[in-house]
């Protein structure tokens, strides 16, 4: 089962039990599963996720479903304006979804302005709806959007290039001791290795799967184990690496951040 299906599965979870929350952040850039997570929440269906057929699950694929507001930048901008008509959007009843969805792609261009504007919605969401806010980063919203929101971190999509050499980060975290032709690579993965660390600190994953037991959480995804005061230790280490990768000894240097971690 990969990272993908557990989400899907613990959204399911949450489904069977009622405990489905109305705004979520998801962190990444694989708006397809946000788009099967939706369907998953809507679908009547008894199987296992969603039916792909029903009327529900074939107009949110087509993203033309009734009870969907969808808002996209336009010229690098979320205007107030979008935010006001997604207010009056979600009070109205469901035409025929479990949920009334709002979905803002692209949330790094919402504005200031925006943002604040948005807040009651996201303070005081009607119990029917479902607000999605997807961003590739975290850093990039605003704070008060971003306490206000369960936050869903998304496993990457397999289709996105760099996503191989997050992956061969990862295999090293897990063991795996690679072979690199040129010192180019080397220094990347370096540098991978350092973002990958810091996000487990950033996204706090000591947390994870507290989901049921509390009403603010956060959703994790992880595939490796651990402990966050050695990631510290190495993020220090690995950045004096990246800074020598030009001349280090690579062998040497993996070794030493092998000892740091694993």
Request: with cysteine.
């Amino acid at each position: 089962m990969d990272n993908s299906e557990k989400l899907l599965n613990y959204f399911s979870l949450l489904k069977q039990r009622d405990l489905t929350g109305t705004s979520y952040l998801f962190i990444g850039n694989n708006f397809d599963l946000v788009r099967k997570i939706i369907k998953l929440a809507n679908c009547r269906d008894d199987k296992k996720f969603y039916c792909d057929s029903c009327f529900d699950c074939r107009k949110f694929d087509e993203g033309s479903h009734p009870d969907l507001f969808l808002i996209e930048p336009k010229s690098l901008n979320i205007t107030i304006e979008n935010i006001r008509e997604s207010r009056q959007f979600i009070r109205l009843r469901s035409f025929s979804a479990n949920k009334k969805v709002i979905i803002i792609k692209e949330a790094e261009e919402l504005g200031e302005a925006a943002a604040n504007a948005f807040l009651k919605t996201l303070e005081e969401p009607p119990k029917n709806s479902f607000i999605a806010i997807c961003a590739e980063k975290i850093d990039s919203l605003l704070p008060t959007v971003v306490s206000r929101c369960r936050k869903v971190f998304l496993p990457s999509n397999d289709n996105i290039a760099d996503d191989s050499k997050v992956s061969l980060a990862r295999r090293f975290l897990s063991g795996e001791i690679p072979d690199f032709k040129e010192r180019a690579e080397f220094s990347s993965f370096i540098w991978t290795l350092a973002v990958v660390l810091r996000d487990k600190l950033v996204s706090g994953t000591d947390r994870n799967n507290r989901l049921l037991k509390e009403e603010h959480y956060e959703i994790i995804q992880r595939d490796f184990k651990l402990n966050t005061s050695n990631c510290i230790d190495a993020l220090r280490e690995i950045f004096e690496i990246y800074t020598a990768s030009a001349t280090i000894n690579e062998k040497l240097a993996l070794n030493i951040i092998k000892e740091k971690l694993l």
